[in-house]
């Protein structure tokens, strides 16, 4: 460890030409088949014990020199179905697809800390799991769970990062206890009748229909939810009709519902039951029909507060710093809660807002880009929590 930043910056110019190389060639959910080739081959060329899981999934073991604990280190690969309008040198060659959520840089970030965690094998008592996960966006993490990855051997403890530009560079997010919110997503299908505009009384109009339920969904969460409890419901797509001068015979929509409740299980039931309950009523209302489909993502994260202590530590460790370190949560859904459902686990956020880089747009925004001078903290971040957990014995 001594030389630890040494080794860091020597790898630094590769570490950022991963991260560039997977941001020229994005890739969707379980698409990601030239990303988990290179991820694999570059494990495999490390001397680990490397397996596909859950599709395009990858999963790297490093046994240590002495049987011990087993912590998972995760990073995501999947990109998003956005058009990129950076300019960059390195942009998305994929039309439509695009890194912008910074999946790129956990991917490369990973694979350099587990090239220098394979020089400290020897010296390693336990294992260590390093796991490259397709399909985020849309909850992989389950899959590569149903899979048996979390087993053989069973993991004591998961570590992920999140690169993070609404914290700016040099600054590090940590909380204990929820700090992702519970994700449920829908879709839903208003179908009315279609006529001519100029004789609206003998057609049923789903567009109005629809703009009447996207409104009235918000007064459930001001009106139906204790305000102590965040929650956000929103609509994030609407597709109806064909022409200007006709009446749509059928609405499309599509949103998300995300929310950090106490109890989760049974406080999810009730709201969702509202939400239809609203939709139904205006739908009689109106006089049209409706189609409503619940899509579950995943449950709210929880960070365990022995995780944290290990993150915080090395936290001080890397940055050299004790007043950088931000609590801080947010409603975005992550499905490295799945992993925290079941193992003591920590997601934590490195901060990428740099204003004088243009790394400050919002994640999925079709200017999003990160600061490649923090990549070095996250493989450090890797590093240091991995050896602190195999290393203590409680």
């Not at 890739?27 to 088949?33: K, P, S, V």
């Not at 879709?187 to 006529?195: A, D, N, R, Y």
């Not at 859904?333 to 799945?338: L, Q, Y």
Request: net charge negative; glycine share 10%.
């Amino acid at each position: 460890m001594k030389y630890l930043k040494k080794e860091i910056k020597e790898l630094e110019g590769e570490l950022i030409n991963l991260r560039r190389d997977f941001h020229m060639y994005p890739e969707l959910g379980y698409e990601e088949y030239r990303t988990s080739k290179i991820v694999y081959d570059y494990l495999k060329n490390l001397g680990l014990e490397v397996k596909n899981v859950a599709k395009t999934g990858v999963v790297g073991l490093l046994q240590g020199r002495e049987p011990g604990k087993t912590v998972m280190l995760r990073a995501d690969m999947d990109a998003l179905p956005q058009m990129e309008k950076t300019g960059l040198p390195y942009k998305s060659t994929n039309k439509g697809v695009m890194h912008a959520c910074g999946h790129d840089g956990h991917t490369a970030m990973l694979m350099i800390a587990a090239k220098i965690l394979s020089n400290y094998k020897d010296n390693i008592k336990g294992n260590i799991k390093f796991v490259f996960q397709p399909n985020e966006e849309e909850a992989g993490a389950l899959d590569m769970i149903n899979e048996g990855m979390l087993d053989n051997p069973k993991v004591d403890g998961a570590l992920g990062i999140h690169l993070w530009t609404p914290l700016k560079s040099g600054e590090i997010g940590i909380a204990e206890g929820p700090i992702m919110a519970a994700l449920e997503e829908f879709e839903l299908t208003i179908t009315g009748k279609s006529g001519h505009t100029g004789s609206p009384h003998t057609a049923i109009d789903p567009i109005l229909a629809s703009t009447n339920i996207i409104q009235s969904l918000q007064s459930i969460q001001t009106r139906e939810i204790n305000p102590l409890f965040p929650i956000t419901i929103m609509v994030g797509k609407i597709n109806g009709g064909t022409g200007r001068n006709i009446i749509a015979e059928k609405v499309e929509l599509g949103g998300t519902i995300r929310f950090l409740f106490k109890d989760e299980v049974r406080e999810k039931k009730i709201l969702l039951e509202k939400i239809e309950r609203v939709i139904k009523g205006i739908s009689e209302a109106m006089g049209v029909e409706y189609n409503l489909k619940f899509i579950p993502s995943n449950p709210s994260l929880l960070n365990n507060a022995n995780m944290v202590n290990y993150v915080k530590k090395a936290a001080f460790e890397t940055y050299g710093v004790d007043n950088n370190v931000v609590e801080y949560r947010n409603m975005a859904g992550e499905d490295f809660a799945e992993f925290s459902q079941r193992v003591p686990s920590i997601l934590y956020f490195i901060g990428n807002g740099n204003d004088e880089k243009g790394t400050n747009y919002p994640h999925h925004h079709p200017m999003f880009n990160i600061d490649e001078d923090t990549l070095k903290y996250g493989v450090e971040m890797h590093v240091r929590t991995a050896l602190d957990f195999l290393n203590n014995k409680n």
